[in-house]
């Protein structure tokens, strides 16, 4: 059995893209993680009474659950957690010693004995030392039903000293436990059932597994943490799965190339086009006089405005687009991406008929009121925020203030580096704006960033490898980093700048 199903990686390309963006250390949601230690919350009761009831029962010790409940998981914690000077554990697997022979030849050669009656011999010996035999079996639900006695008999032998046997399983292995021959009187089981995780606890577990690859669970929202948590069913295999879903469709979004508009001709005009060049082609194929040049006119389908302006350059002043035209189709020009202004109040200038005279040309042009000048807007200064206290015993330090992006290129182009790191409070959070493999990168990603205060970087090992992390600014907390990159350059805002809590820095940095 394994309980946490090992997520499908994919082509190595996609899982390296996977990481990069998200900075991971390795990918938090497979099954076996470096540094991922046992999740307590709904399991740690669990595992306190398998010891407990190990100690004051000699009853047959059954963990039921469905697959990702997080089975193997607890068992292997509950092995790990033996005291080893006063337990003597066996462990197999249903799935490869299904049957009772090769059951028996297994717990057999594991205590080096010949057959199950040396074996409960063996458990008096250990018993009379002060130890205490364990038989674990994961994945119980695959015995059959002569294994399952056997295990039975054994830990309901006639003496205190009988091992104690532990089953892990789905919940299939009830019928096979309602089938097993005991006397009805005698209380030889005790089946312990696994509860799914809560909304909270599911949390909790997400943020312990990217807290163990270099990250928090500020890369999920609320919204997101809901839905992998109605998905899962709160099982921790399922967790695992989704979540990675989840965070693949944040870089997996397909992109949608931009449609180009491109003039096509009307049917109509195409057939005129088509009508032209024959008649051009008979002509010729004739011969004889050139025919008389006629014009042709190609009708299209919507009325097109024009607007002579061969002479205006000398003869004139340019005409004009109606004022609300104008002004709206000038703003697109500047700002491409603007939305067209509403309810405008533009005051439109009264036409003038001009009479013409009799030298034909046109009269002079009306000299327009110059517009009134606009000022540029006063730029306010965000005001800085307070530095916390320091702690008793700590001498004082200089607060730093916030960082912020200054309005004028600055002259210098000092960077923070990881003793600044260490001493920031781990609520604090910066912008993360760079990974790379080269620190010589890093170094020339800053100096190319002039005109921004507060840039540093940081290293930290990525797959084993170094890795260069660029951060900017210093924020009280998430939300503050969210407005400060608003402030950014656009070069920087382009690169998705993402806010990390200090607390994250400083648990990678190296």
């Not at 005291?83 to 010693?97: I, L």
């Not at 057959?115 to 205490?132: P, Y």
């Not at 997400?206 to 270099?214: I, S, T």
């Not at 295999?237 to 989704?242: D, E, H, L, T």
């Amino acid at each position: 059995m394994s309980e946490q199903q090992d997520v499908d990686m994919g082509d190595v390309s996609t899982t390296e893209d996977y990481l990069i963006h998200y900075q991971l250390q390795h990918d938090p949601f497979m099954a076996r993680t470096p540094g991922f230690r046992f999740f307590t919350p709904k399991r740690k009761p669990v595992l306190a009474q398998l010891h407990h009831m190990a100690h004051f029962s000699e009853q047959l010790q059954v963990v039921v659950g469905p697959s990702g409940a997080g089975k193997t998981l607890l068992r292997q914690a509950m092995v790990a957690s033996c005291n080893k000077d006063k337990v003597q554990c066996v462990v197999t697997s249903g799935r490869e010693q299904a049957d009772a022979g090769a059951l028996s030849r297994l717990l057999c050669q594991a205590l080096n004995v010949a057959d199950t009656r040396a074996l409960l011999e063996r458990a008096e010996q250990l018993h009379a030392t002060g130890m205490q035999l364990y038989l674990v079996v994961d994945d119980a639900h695959c015995l059959e039903d002569e294994a399952i006695q056997l295990l039975v008999d054994l830990s309901q032998a006639d003496s205190r000293a009988a091992p104690r046997v532990f089953l892990f399983a789905e919940e299939s292995i009830v019928e096979a436990l309602e089938a097993v021959d005991m006397p009805g009187d005698r209380v030889w089981l005790q089946l312990v059932e696994l509860a799914p995780f809560s909304l909270e606890e599911t949390r909790d577990y997400l943020a312990q597994r990217l807290e163990a690859a270099g990250q928090g669970i500020e890369l999920l929202d609320d919204e997101q943490i809901s839905r992998i948590h109605q998905h899962s069913g709160g099982w921790p295999g399922a967790i695992n799965r989704v979540a990675r879903q989840v965070m693949m469709e944040e870089i997996e979004e397909p992109v949608r190339p931009v449609r180009q508009r491109q003039a096509a001709l009307p049917v109509r005009s195409l057939v005129a086009l088509v009508l032209v060049g024959v008649g051009v082609a008979i002509a010729w194929m004739m011969g004889g006089d050139e025919p008389e040049p006629t014009r042709t006119v190609i009708s299209l389908p919507d009325q097109v405005a024009t607007v002579d302006v061969t002479n205006a350059a000398t003869e004139g002043p340019l005409l004009q687009m109606p004022s609300e035209a104008a002004s709206t189709l000038e703003r697109i020009a500047e700002e491409p991406d603007a939305e067209p202004l509403v309810n405008t109040n533009v005051a439109r200038e009264p036409r003038v008929e001009q009479p013409e005279t009799d030298s034909g040309q046109l009269p002079e042009p009306i000299a327009l009121p110059e517009p009134a000048p606009v000022q540029a807007p006063t730029v306010v200064a965000a005001p800085e925020p307070v530095a916390p206290a320091a702690p008793a015993g700590t001498p004082p330090s200089t607060p730093e203030p916030a960082a912020q992006v200054p309005t004028a290129p600055a002259a210098t182009t000092a960077y923070r580096q990881a003793d600044w790191y260490r001493q920031r409070a781990a609520s604090e959070y910066a912008l993360q704006l760079l990974g790379t493999r080269s620190r010589q990168a890093a170094l020339d990603f800053i100096n190319a960033q002039p005109g921004v205060a507060d840039m540093g970087y940081f290293e930290t090992l990525h797959e084993g490898k170094p890795w260069f992390v660029v951060t900017q600014g210093r924020y009280a907390g998430r939300a503050q980093a969210q407005q400060g990159v608003a402030q950014l350059p656009e070069s920087l805002r382009k690169l998705e700048p993402w806010p990390r809590s200090m607390g994250s820095i400083q648990q990678s940095l190296r």
